[in-house]
């Protein structure tokens, strides 16, 4: 009996070292009097992979909205449709409407709301940075009252946060006029989601389809804006369907190259696509902070772009690139290889694809391939 409960505990202890890390903290706020219970899950890896760090996600209403993005964030980035990052969760239970206050004849924070203002920006986010690996990339999430209640950290100076995941917001008066003049004159590139139900209120209805024509009628490429309106979910399911779409427009440039962008975008280009690979990885890099390796799936994309349009000048940058982000692997190789084959060089192929043998197979290219091209070069010119 001893022997088959054992062989039962040990798969499921092993299955749970690589899955998300979830924590339940106490801060102690000077700024609230008080303490405020958090729920932080950190990324699979994160205690072995030392030298990763991660953006941030802050959720307000964290008592029911923690999990959701939680278990969207983790499975996104499983997926490397996202990057992986830190959530954390800020219970607001019973505490709602005095963290949410804000003054009638200004819209923003006063007293309670003030302070719990102040407790985001100068205790939770500088405690989870100190605790925390993290690079300069932060997401908020909000719905209903602490929808609107995110779009205060927007009209800082210097924001607090580069995205905002607005899902059916209470919105104060003000905020009509406020987000869009601020979006207006951002200077740096940031996010803005926003999402509702035909069966949120009609106030939320009202004010969140008059917000939408506001920012969409602004004029700046700083911004990426997202607006999704749902049909079928309720005020409080919205969130389950609001957040994947959230994920999936902030970190659309960190997913691997899809069928519609290849073929409505990379065969059309009329520069290299090669200069459209690098750029997609800097552009990850700028928004980010994240030096991501290239993706085997967006070199593969690249190059079959390179044989449908015949440009096989293009083949010499992409075989450099694959050398210098799979330097064991006959990736980089096959593709210089096949520059050399395709611009009347077939004795420098031919050296090439022999080279390759002792390097690692990848991607469907095989070792017995490499040497099937090489034999075939050297007995069609009789090297």
Known sequence: MKCITLFVLV????????????????????????????????????TTNEDKAYP????????????????????????????EAIVVGVNQLDQRYDDCLYSEQNSLPIDTGAAFFEFIG????????????????????????????????LLKPEPLFQAYVVVSPELAPNMLDYVPE????LGSKTFYYLANTNNDSKSIRDMTQALDTGIKNIDNDNVLYRFDSFEQPTHYSVPAHA??????????????????EYQETILKLDDSPVS????KYQTIFDL???????????????????????????????????????????????????????????????RTYQSAYILDEIAGLSKDLMLEKADAIKMDFGY
């Open 11 to 46: 798969p499921f202890f092993a299955f749970n070292l690589v899955t998300a890390q979830v924590t339940y903290e106490t801060l102690e706020s000077a700024r609230l009097g008080e303490s405020r219970q958090l729920k932080i899950q950190l990324p699979r890896g994160y």
């Open 288 to 350: 980010f902070s994240i030096d991501k390796r290239i993706l085997v799936n967006d070199f593969k994309a690249i190059a079959a772009a390179i044989e449908k349009n015949e440009n096989f000048k293009d083949y010499e940058e992409l075989g450099k690139m694959a050398r210098k982000h799979y330097p064991k692997t006959l990736l980089g190789n096959y593709y210089l290889a096949r520059f050399y084959e395709e611009t009347g060089e077939p004795k420098k192929a031919m």
């Open 243 to 260: 957040i994947p779409r959230a994920l999936e427009s902030i970190f659309f440039v960190f997913q691997p190259i899809s069928k519609k």
């Open 56 to 83: 941030v996600f802050i959720v307000l209403d964290g008592d029911y909205l923690f999990e959701a993005v939680a278990g969207n964030v983790d499975y996104y980035s499983y997926w490397e449709d996202m990057p």
């Open 122 to 153: 100068m205790e939770l986010v500088p405690y989870i940075e100190n605790k925390f690996r993290t690079v300069n990339f932060r997401v908020a999430i909000g719905h209903g009252e602490t929808a609107n209640f995110i779009n205060y950290y």
């Open 276 to 279: 459209y690979l690098r750029d």
């Open 182 to 185: 601020r979006l207006a004159k």
